[in-house]
């Protein structure tokens, strides 16, 4: 797998791949880091169970990888010779928000009615898909691409 993200970056640098399909990449990596980061203070901080969230994480990249990474659909475009996506998502960004607005219910509104954990098990499963998305979509592109030689 690690040859392929390799092969796609070449393929970035030699001006192969659309910059929306760059875009939506380096936007879903930036946000699962930023999952990451909530996701292991939790775990340092919080005691959060951490098998369990590395089982959410590894169901999510599960249907990341295999279920979500078909939203957007990666094409080979004959007239400018490179990868590009048919439609710029902005799913990441609603589930972030969304995530934000789901821990704020649950510690003002909710309080004492579910644990703490529940965000963060969330949290964790939603970053697996996003892994599993960035996986897909690296994958995409490197088939599509093999596919237009």
Do not use: C, Q
């Not at 990596?29 to 909530?38: E, K």
């Not at 939790?42 to 979500?68: D, M």
């Not at 969304?98 to 704020?104: E, P, Q």
């Amino acid at each position: 797998m690690s040859n392929i993200f390799s092969e796609v970056e070449t393929l970035r640098r030699k001006g192969k791949v659309h910059t929306r399909l760059i875009l939506l990449v380096y936007g879903l990596i930036v946000l699962a880091l930023a999952m990451a980061a909530i996701i292991s203070y939790n775990i340092a901080f919080k005691g959060t169970n951490s098998p369990s969230v590395i089982a959410l994480i590894a169901i999510g990249f599960v249907l990341g990888r295999y279920l979500f990474a078909r939203i957007n659909v990666v094409d080979w475009d004959e007239r400018k010779e490179m990868v590009k996506i048919g439609r710029m998502d902005i799913l990441g960004f609603i589930v972030l928000v969304a995530y934000i607005a789901f821990d704020f219910i649950l510690k003002y509104f909710l309080n004492g009615l579910y644990g703490d954990p529940v965000g963060v098990f969330l949290l964790a499963a939603v970053f697996g898909t996003f892994i599993g998305r960035i996986a897909g979509l690296v994958s995409e592109v490197h088939r599509v691409f093999k596919e237009s030689k």
